[in-house]
């Protein structure tokens, strides 16, 4: 039960208290633990009919442009939130508001879900999360799991990791996979060291009006940026970047960006950026602001890491970042206490494009390497001092002691794992008790659907000395990153309530009614148990008549406050359908291009009467 107090933690004494307790291992034989380790596989991942899972999982979906919610320990799939792809099924890039918001897209490439954070750990309100394939952000609101906000991002080639908010949520940092023509869009890729940058976006999101903003940029090098986290209590105004292809080659990445044997560490102060910022100290460029490596004295460092890293994280305590050379067997622990050290003493080994290069030997604290374990990848932890590195090359999750390097286990995963996460794993209060492995193929593990097998998550209890592997489950492309969250932290809502101020809402069935305004139709209409009303005054009330070539708007309120009554209004070769949630008003547009007598109905099923609410939409031929 202390466990789940802590989860919560959000003020400083929440924080205090849990320090003391996981610090003081009061808690490291806990009830929960051995409740855990008593039970079964079938017992530990067996959650009861009515009984809640633990945790939520929440996952990317990769180029399926989605998330997933899974529940831990059941690894039960509870929802697909749409985020940067449309979905008939609720109509997520139907209705007018998140048709506008996709702005034409019908992909996206959703890698790193990132919970807000206050004081370091989830604090449950929103969720962030970046598309890699058209430098969109995305914003989700907890209290009812939709996407409300998302900005398409200026100046940069795929913001890949998202999973890298700030203690308290005052930035998200962006690195950019790839690097773009800066001042002159059409500069040859001849001159891509001179001409070309990769651009670090740094986002603030307004909780209040839920709204994203652009804060600053960074012009880095023309390299590729990959990973990055945040530092947390003694880092907690610095942050890290994975970097590959520091080689700066144009063509044949897979051999031409593994020649050098180091890439780098971009390590920053955001604090004194921020600083810089306000005391004006950037260039505008194409509308934003932007800050320069080589014209700052400080802030910007290089530290340089094992070939092509790719993982990069921070430890619980702030004291350490991790990096994993996808092409170099070992894992690098670096000390950001050493760093400050270093640049201190001003322990440089030169320069790239005017960013000082702190030595290795200063900055490094040791170097873990498992015998026979290859490709490490990412890092997770646990709340006593162990880290958890996946291994895409040998298929394992191996879990060694941050403070002396000693491999403590390892144990098999089916197959090549990608991220990993352990609860709270990203924050200052990991709960050290579930880890899941995200893999990257399934191969012959699941009943098979033909050539393409879905992904799959391998489930660890990771409570004992050993990682005990309790259950297997597929998962569709394509989880990258994941994080699991306390339930206890998320607390949605079950019905919108009735808004007033909304012009379009309509909550009395006298006031449904059909606007006409030259060849624009405004419709405010109600859906409920078990009928729509587009003008109650009507002898068919549930019918929309209208011309061809008319503008439609239609809006539509859900007048049923009842949890889990959600309504679909669908029409018949139109191409349209949207839900609207308990208490929801949804507007959709279009263009009533094809003459005919369409049917509507409820596309979702809402009451035994369900198949009844339907009606028609007339389109009178010019
Ligand atoms: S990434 Cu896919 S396995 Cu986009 Cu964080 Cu490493
Ligand atoms: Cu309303 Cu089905």
């Not at 148990?529 to 070539?549: C, H, M, Q, Y």
Request: charged share 20%; proline share 5%.
């Amino acid at each position: 039960m202390t466990k789940i107090l802590s989860g919560i933690g959000g003020i400083a004494v929440g924080l205090l208290v849990t320090f003391v307790l996981f610090g003081g291992s009061l808690l490291g034989a806990g009830s929960a633990e051995q409740d855990l380790q008593l039970k079964s596989n079938a017992e530990a991942v067996y959650v009861p009919h009515g009984e809640h899972d633990e945790y939520y999982l929440i996952n990317s979906g990769g180029h399926s442009g989605q998330l997933f919610i899974y529940g831990v320990p059941s690894m039960r799939h509870i929802r697909t939130i749409p985020v940067f792809t449309p979905d008939p099924a609720t109509g997520y890039g139907f209705d007018k508001e998140s048709k506008e918001m996709l702005g034409g897209y019908t992909w996206g490439d959703l890698h790193h879900p990132a919970l807000s954070e206050t004081n370091g750990d989830y604090d449950g309100k929103f969720l962030f999360a970046t598309d890699v394939a058209n430098n969109r952000i995305a914003a989700i609101d907890l209290q009812d799991f939709h996407t409300v906000d998302m900005m398409k991002v200026p100046n940069i080639g795929g913001p890949h990791c998202a999973a890298f908010v700030t203690e308290n949520t005052e930035y998200l940092f962006l690195p950019t996979r790839f690097s773009l023509p800066f001042d002159d869009p059409h500069a040859s890729l001849d001159d891509f060291s001179e001409k070309y940058r990769g651009v670090m976006s740094a986002i603030t999101f307004d909780q209040e009006e839920k709204k994203f903003d652009i804060a600053y940029q960074v012009a880095l090098p023309p390299w590729s940026y990959d990973k990055a986290a945040s530092g947390k209590l003694v880092s907690r105004d610095w942050a890290v970047l994975s970097t590959y292809n520091t080689e700066e080659a144009t063509t044949n990445l897979e051999i031409k960006a593994s020649q050098a044997d180091r890439d780098y560490v971009v390590l920053f102060n955001w604090r004194n950026l921020e600083e810089r910022v306000a005391n004006g100290e950037y260039e505008m460029h194409n509308g934003e602001r932007m800050i320069f490596p080589e014209n700052l004295d400080g802030d910007i460092y290089l530290v340089p890491a094992a070939k092509s890293p790719h993982g990069i994280d921070v430890t619980p305590d702030g004291k350490y970042f991790i990096t994993s050379g996808k092409l170099a067997p070992a894992m690098t622990v670096f000390s950001f206490e050493k760093a400050f050290e270093a640049i201190e003493n001003q322990d440089f080994s030169g320069e790239r494009n005017g960013i000082p290069i702190l030595t290795y030997e200063s900055v490094m604290e040791r170097e873990v390497d498992p015998p026979g374990a290859l490709g490490p990848l990412h890092t997770q932890f646990d709340d006593r001092g162990n880290a958890y590195t996946t291994m895409f090359i040998s298929s394992e999750v191996v879990k060694w002691d941050v403070a002396t390097g000693e491999v403590l286990d390892r144990h098999s995963v089916y197959y090549s794992p990608g991220h990993l996460v352990t609860a709270h794993g990203d924050t200052v209060n990991p709960h050290g008790n579930y880890l899941v492995s995200l893999n990257k193929f399934s191969l012959n593990n699941y009943l098979s659907v033909g050539p393409s097998h879905p992904e799959s998550m391998d489930l660890f209890d990771i409570t004992g000395d050993t990682l005990r592997h309790l259950s297997s489950t597929p998962v569709n492309l394509e989880p990258h990153y994941a994080q699991m969250v306390h339930r206890d932290v998320i607390n949605p809502f079950h019905v919108y309530e009735r808004d007033e101020s909304d012009p379009r809402a309509v909550y009395d069935q006298s006031d449904t009614r059909i606007e006409r305004d030259g060849d624009h139709v405004t419709i405010y209409g109600i859906s409920m148990r078990s009928k729509f009303l587009f003008d109650a005054t009507s002898e068919r009330p549930d019918v929309i008549e209208v011309n061809e070539g008319d503008l439609v708007t239609l809006h539509v309120t859900n007048n049923d406050f009842d949890q889990d009554i959600t309504h679909g209004l669908g029409i018949m070769d139109y191409n349209i359908n949207f839900e609207q949630m308990p208490g929801q008003t949804k507007t959709i547009e279009f263009v009533a291009d094809k003459a005919g007598v369409f049917p509507i109905y409820c596309t979702n099923f809402c009451s035994a009467l369900h198949q009844e609410m339907t009606g028609y939409l007339i389109v009178n031929p010019k």
